[in-house]
Nanobody, 124 residues
Framework: VQLQASGGGLVQAGGSMRLSCAAS????????MGWIRQAPGNEREVVAA????????YYADSVKGRFTISRDNAKNTVYLQMNSLKPADTAVYYC??????????????????WGQGTKVTVSS
């Protein structure tokens, strides 16, 4: 599975940004997808994840109500819409995939495939 994330950059606090991740190499509908971030000195954190059909989602408490994960299985793409961004959201964001999972993975170590990461910087 190959994952290509895009959409990062610099944004002011309170602003919005949308990340995209295109997948290839496997039937997209067989993949649980997650967005995972890591800030310097911090552990990796699964901020959002979505089931294969898109019916089930998970959000970390730190982003609940501000971030929305979605997927378009026809376009082999998963998105992360980030609103009301805070400086604490500054991190490298990775999309990741777990094939054939029944449940939405909430732990970074459970994901088998990772994209290259895209940096998000939120200025105060």
């Amino acid at each position: 599975v190959q994952l290509q994330a895009s959409g990062g950059g610099l944004v002011q606090a309170g602003g919005s940004m949308r990340l995209s991740c295109a997948a290839s190499g496997r039937t997209f509908g067989s993949l649980v997808m997650g967005w995972i971030r890591q800030a310097p000195g911090n552990e990796r954190e699964v901020v959002a994840a979505i089931s294969r059909s898109g019916a089930v989602t998970y959000y970390a408490d730190s982003v609940k109500g501000r971030f929305t994960i979605s997927r378009d299985n026809a376009k082999n793409t998963v998105y992360l819409q980030m609103n009301s961004l805070k400086p604490a959201d500054t991190a490298v964001y990775y999309c990741a995939a777990k094939p054939d999972a029944v449940v939405v993975a909430r732990t970074a170590a459970l994901y088998d495939y990772w994209g290259q990461g895209t940096k998000v910087t939120v200025s105060s």
